[in-house]
């Protein structure tokens, strides 16, 4: 639910459509002859038996429909897909890939410190989606693990570090580091608060009210740090607060965390498939606020997704947004920014390049996007938004700052 089709409670259209008929339809079983030969036997991937569209169409679940009529994590279809993190017991590896933004890391995250495995290792990385599975760095990697684990063999894992981190640099520059915990136990948890009167973000807190007004499916609002002082290193996860108020019943929070060069060009990354991929993004439909007392973490707000409890127009709610796990260090000079927008980030230089077999020119999301009218209906989403900060309303994004060893 939350980690793939409904992000804080928003439908991800690009993602489920693209990927079942790219992925799934492409090999079902039926389509013989309109399907792939197997290069290793000859024989065809979707089984000998040639079917018609329509018969195949009649063979299997409309996965898009089966995800955006299910509006809350507690509905049974979830519910049947979720995994009971206190019996995971087996040693794993969960490799996470920081430019993942809207499929795989959160789980790899939460799989790694919610699970019951006394043994188990985290490694994140950057680039490509697929890139470190095929090639050495990756393979040396999971050999160790397998043989270790599955052959009895003396691979050295047994001095493995809990965590490996390809700790990522603008220009996709990664130098590794051995951790032994995630989040990083030394992490200076720095609020950087929002000032909407100026439209900047630093560490000083708001000493007056001020508050900012865009439309609800628009653009949105950015706010911008000061050119840094220093070097900076933020790796981990990030949680906002925020203090928003609609012109109707709902409103979508799309959260993007930035980086900017001294001459203000925006720095993005080779994501797991976008080529300009932002350095972090959260997602939260605010009628979807309410938290799980139990498993919210000051620094990982967690939604039960289990009612949709709509806006009074015009009042003034404070919610949570979790921003997926990250990793940048910046040097001095750079700007950080956030993002507040009413639909999906689009990198405003030029378009990243999509896969061949999703058929999709991506800018900056991927195929992560939110654009369904069904779930997003205009006269419900369409209307402005307002962001409030000042003394008693402490809007921030809390940044998972790491001194130097």
Not at 49 to 63: C, I, K, P, V
Not at 90 to 112: D, I, K
Not at 152 to 163: A, L, Y
Not at 374 to 384: K, V, W
Request: glycine share 10%; hydrophobic share 35%; proline share 7%.
């Amino acid at each position: 639910y939350r980690d793939m089709a409904h992000h804080g409670g928003i439908f991800c259209r690009g993602f489920v459509q693209d990927w079942s008929k790219a992925q799934v339809y492409t090999v079902q079983n039926g389509r013989g002859t309109r399907g792939f030969k197997s290069r290793m036997n000859g024989d065809w991937v979707s089984g000998p038996e040639t079917l018609s569209e329509e018969l195949l169409g009649q063979n299997r679940r409309d996965f898009y429909e089966d995800c955006i009529s299910r509006k809350l994590d507690t509905d049974p279809y979830w519910q049947s897909r979720m995994p009971d993190w206190s019996k995971v017991k087996t040693p794993l590896l969960s490799s996470a890939n920081w430019g993942g933004q809207g499929l795989h890391p959160r789980g790899n995250f939460e799989g790694f410190v919610r699970s019951a495995s006394e043994q188990k290792w985290l490694e994140c990385h950057g680039i490509e989606h697929w890139t470190h599975f095929y090639t050495n760095y990756g393979l040396q990697l999971q050999k160790k693990f397998f043989g270790h684990f599955l052959k009895g063999e003396d691979t050295g894992w047994s001095k493995q570090p809990k965590v490996l981190l390809q700790v990522r640099h603008p220009g996709e520059k990664f130098v590794e580091r051995r951790e032994g915990e995630w989040p990083l136990a030394r992490t200076k948890w720095t609020k950087f608060y929002l000032h909407p009167g100026d439209m900047t973000i630093s560490s000083a807190p708001q000493k007056t009210a001020s508050s900012v007004t865009y439309a609800g499916l628009g653009d949105g609002v950015t706010f911008l740090t000061e050119p840094l002082e220093h070097e900076i290193e933020v790796t981990g996860p990030i949680a906002a607060k925020l203090w928003v108020s609609s012109a109707t019943e709902d409103a979508d929070l799309f959260l993007v965390v930035r980086a900017f060069t001294p001459d203000l060009k925006e720095v993005t990354f080779q994501g797991a498939l976008d080529s300009h991929t932002p350095i972090a993004q959260g997602w939260l439909r605010c009628s979807h606020r309410k938290l799980d007392p139990k498993l919210t973490l000051p620094y990982r707000p967690y939604h039960t997704h289990d009612a949709q409890q709509k806006l009074t127009r015009g009042q003034v709610y404070e919610v949570d947004v979790e921003v997926w796990p990250t990793c940048i260090v910046l040097p001095k000079g750079y700007r950080l920014a956030l993002s507040v927008r009413g639909t999906d980030y689009v990198f405003p230089g030029e378009p990243g390049a999509g896969l061949e077999t999703l058929g999709k020119v991506w800018t900056g999301v991927g195929p992560f996007t939110h654009n369904d009218p069904r779930d997003r209906p205009p006269a419900i989403f369409g209307g402005d938004v307002t962001l409030h900060a000042g003394p008693d309303r402490a809007a921030h994004v809390l940044l998972p700052v790491i001194p130097k060893k």
